[in-house]
């Protein structure tokens, strides 16, 4: 059990485990959110592939933060999967929100790799 763990955690700490092409690989990324909203993301040298499932609708705000460049984007989502694709030099991390039309609720999204 512990060589498992440590094989794991020298993947994480290597950043190449389970990538593939695209130059280096980004380093892995999560954080918690509400039930609400989630994202799972690949993630290469240059772009981020990641979708957004909601239980709501409304306005989403997400931000992709990379080392040289990154964007800030919204857009209107119904309750269900929405894939999206963002151009990133050095992928660092990914937020978000839905802020839901029902009771402007603002949910803050959960962030995984796929």
């Known amino acids: ?8 955690g020298a993947c994480a700490a290597l950043t190449a485990c389970g990538s593939s092409g695209g130059g280096a690989p980004a380093a892995p990324y999560s954080t918690a959110g509400d039930q609400q909203c989630a994202i799972t993301y690949k993630a290469d040298s240059s772009k981020v592939d990641f ?58 999204c959960s962030v995984a790799p796929a």
Not at 87 to 98: E, K, N, Y
Request: net charge negative.
């Open 51 to 108: 979708t957004v499932t909601t239980t709501v609708a409304g306005e989403l705000s997400y931000s992709v933060v990379g080392t040289a460049d990154g964007s800030d984007a919204g857009t209107r989502v119904t309750a269900g999967a929405h894939p999206f694709s963002e151009q990133v030099s050095g992928f660092r991390r990914l937020t978000a929100t839905v802020t839901a039309d029902s009771d402007k609720t603002v949910y803050h």
């Open 1 to 8: 059990m512990i060589r498992i763990v440590v094989a794991l």
